[in-house]
């Protein structure tokens, strides 16, 4: 059964600086996501891309944060400048006849 | 704004009982979703409901859909403690086919002996 990966399972990084969180969707989906998840919080839409452009954004991705798929299977969410409230787990789903959420990308921002 | 409410929050049940978990979504949507998250893990998908009235069963898991009450309901029955997770409802915003999922705040099951 296809299902989609993320990596890396875990980043930790010093606030200020740029990290980028990758996902490899499932190959035939055109829609993928971006939900974010404070440790003990519920999870939060980010950012939806379709045909290689943001289609909807929440109020949570300022412009601190950037989408894109460079190669056609990778999709990543940049983030330029890491506070510490980005700690967070980040999942990319990627949209079939349900959504299929990755494994998530723990972000330790200290 | 389409709001998803779950409740209870904390739910902490003894092995062998029967608990129902509820969801209740404020605008009109065509799809719920039922998620479990083991702690630092990601989401396992358990049920989708489409349709008014579905009700769909996984082991010691009901889930069912009353659209018209905007309520969904995750049962339990005869709980193990393997079924300690969060549970979240999740619904698609209003003509879904590619929106974002809202999420309830979850409901963190703890099954005691």
């Known amino acids: 059964e296809p299902e989609v990966t993320q990596t890396p399972s875990h980043q930790v990084t010093q606030m200020g600086q740029e990290v980028i969180l990758r996902c490899v969707p499932i190959?035939?989906?055109?829609?993928f996501y971006w939900y974010r998840q404070i440790l003990g919080q519920k999870v939060e839409f980010l950012v939806s891309?379709?045909?290689?452009?943001?289609?909807?954004k929440s109020e949570i991705f300022d412009d601190q944060f950037s989408v894109e798929r460079p190669d056609g299977s990778n999709f990543t969410l940049k983030i330029r400048s890491t506070k510490l409230e980005d700690s967070a787990m980040y999942f990319c789903?990627?949209?079939?006849?349900?959504?299929?959420f990755g494994p998530g990308t723990r972000l330790t921002v200290l | 704004e389409l709001k998803v409410e779950q409740n209870p929050l904390f739910l902490s049940m003894q092995e062998g009982k029967n608990y129902t978990i509820y969801c209740n979504y404020s605008?009109?949507?065509?799809?719920l979703y039922w998620y479990r998250q083991d702690p630092g893990k990601s989401l396992e998908s358990l049920f989708v409901?489409?349709?008014?009235?579905a009700v769909k069963q996984e082991g010691r898991l009901m889930a069912s859909l009353d659209t018209k009450a905007r309520l969904s309901t995750l049962h339990i029955t005869a709980a193990v403690h393997d079924l300690s997770a969060t549970y979240f409802c999740?619904?698609?915003?209003?003509?879904?086919?590619?929106?974002?999922?809202?999420f309830g705040k979850g409901t963190r099951l703890s099954v005691i002996a």
């Open positions: 789903a990627s949209i079939g006849n349900e959504q299929f």
């Open positions: 190959s035939n989906h055109l829609y």
């Open positions: 891309f379709y045909n290689n452009e943001i289609s909807e």
């Open positions: 605008t009109t949507s065509d799809r």
């Open positions: 409901l489409l349709s008014n009235g």
């Open positions: 999740a619904v698609d915003g209003v003509n879904s086919g590619n929106t974002p999922l809202v």
